[in-house]
């Protein structure tokens, strides 16, 4: 009898939990309302959606109607659900390098096959002569892991030359093989830049990039683009950033009598000194010309009923921008971007619908950031972090939506920053409700917590998460998974990311009710939410937290 009752009270509490007002609301996100965003978002009319196009405007308006419909109120300032911002496209003609050593003939390093450079100040003309060289290891500055490959040397008017990555010799050491902040080229342009050298150069290898060297080549060569003044750029005294092959890098450093394997291996100790190339000066110069646009996020709020808790938001972030119109394949040139990333913009708009839904029982407010200019560069979101509309220090989490599953239910869920967050642990515990799995990212060498929107969130503290699709298929075959990758990789910002025939919705459905429901949770949780500790982000997270107490 004991038995019959605890089975009864079991199935009671979850019945109960079914028909919660969040479940409710959780049951009217579908595929069918998820593919109607998709479809207009990544149709040819919209041409696109690049970044200060035509498409751009047409996305912001479809936006703002949409958050308007549904009763979500502008959040950007002056009763406006956009926030405006300028950047500055760059591109670069005319760059040369030079290497000389004493008693030796200079020669030349060809551009685009050997280096890679750019003004890194937004001037107009670069022209470094004579710079001397100091080759720093990972360039790494990392107090909590007892690290520092500059040990007090002075680079200020010198050009540093970094290996690229971060120590991955030790698991216990920057996180092992996961690739951190300090392993990614931002990290090194920015410490240059702080420690006053001329110019800063990564030394590429596939290995520590991930990638091969005609990335690097066809990324770098095309225009860039920044956000305009950007922490005051003119005023740096860095003038360059670039890149050398491997084979370039041998040649320089052989120039000083260095054996550039031997140093690359030397840098995986905490005990390395930086290394003057003595005798050897470089000399680089470029042109630059520049174009303005103006670009637009889209910000709305649905406001939470706790009168002490109603001034803390849960963030939702996806981009709605891609790459626009292309160079024509097999005669389309209109890069729809269905997958990446309509389908993550519909995920939030079908949950911020959820919640409006339930806005009696919210707790916290919900903020959605709706960005442009992640194609070229996070831009949008860096300039919400830089210049937010509320206070990090106020925002529990963020949940970023970038690429949803679009090929059908899995068993599992992977999300990159598992495990890093309080968040991470809710949607687990949610997850596990549906009698499904979450799964750290497979690649963490990649470093693909840096290369999306919520990275520039984590800058300032706030716990992120980035949900990716599962892995293990429901109702299909064994080789489904390979077919999958295989369509996926192939449409990536390729003119053929629209709608096919392999699209399954309800795998889509499935993980957007999962992250309705996990936000639910940290909107009524009793604390904010944080960074795990002895995270990179934690420190920052507890300065934000500290200033909005002041």
Known sequence: MKSVITLLFFSFVIISCNTSPAHKAAQSINKDSLLRHIETLSSDEFMGRATGTEGEQMSVDYLVAEFKAMGAEPAAGDGSYVQEFPLLGQTTSDAEMTVSTNGRTPFALEYYNEFMAWPSNQAEQVDVQNAELVYVGYGIQAPEENWDDFKDVDVEGKIIVFKNNDPEFDPELFAGKTRLYYGRYDYKYKKAKELGAVGAIIIHTDETAGYGWNVVANSWSRERFYLKGNGNASASQTEFNGWLTLQASRLLFEEAGLNLDQLLEAADS???????????????????????????????EIKGNDEELNDEYLLLTAHFDHLGITSPVEGDSINNGASDNAAGVSALIEMMEAYKDIQPVL???????????????????????????????????????????????TSDVVVVGYGRTTLSDLLEEEAEKQGRTV????????????????????????????????????????????????????????????????????????????????????????????????????????????????
């Open 270 to 300: 905490p005990d390395f000194e930086p290394v003057e190339l003595n005798g050897v000066r470089m000399n680089v110069s470029m042109d630059a010309d520049y174009r303005e646009i103006e670009a637009q996020n889209v910000i709305a």
């Open 363 to 409: 707790k916290r407010s919900v903020l959605a950031v709706v960005v442009s200019a992640e194609e070229v560069g996070l831009l949008g979101s860096q300039y919400w972090a830089e210049n937010p509309t509320v206070d990090p220090g106020k925002v529990t989490a963020n949940i970023n939506l970038d690429g949803m599953n679009v090929y059908g239910e």
């Open 439 to 550: 799964k750290p990212d497979p690649y963490p060498e990649r470093g693909y917590f840096y290369r999306s929107d919520h990275f520039n969130m984590a800058k300032v503290g706030i716990p992120a998460i980035f949900p990716n699709p599962g892995t293990e298929y429901i109702g299909k075959d064994e080789n489904f998974l390979a077919l999958r990758d295989s369509v996926a990789d192939a449409n990536y910002h390729a003119v053929s990311d629209e709608i096919n025939e392999f699209w399954d919705l309800t795998g889509a459905e499935m993980d957007t009710r999962l992250f309705f429901l996990t936000g639910f949770r940290a909107l009524n949780a009793e604390e904010l939410q944080s960074w795990k500790s002895g995270d990179e982000f934690e420190a920052t997270r507890l300065r934000m937290l500290e200033r909005v107490e002041q």
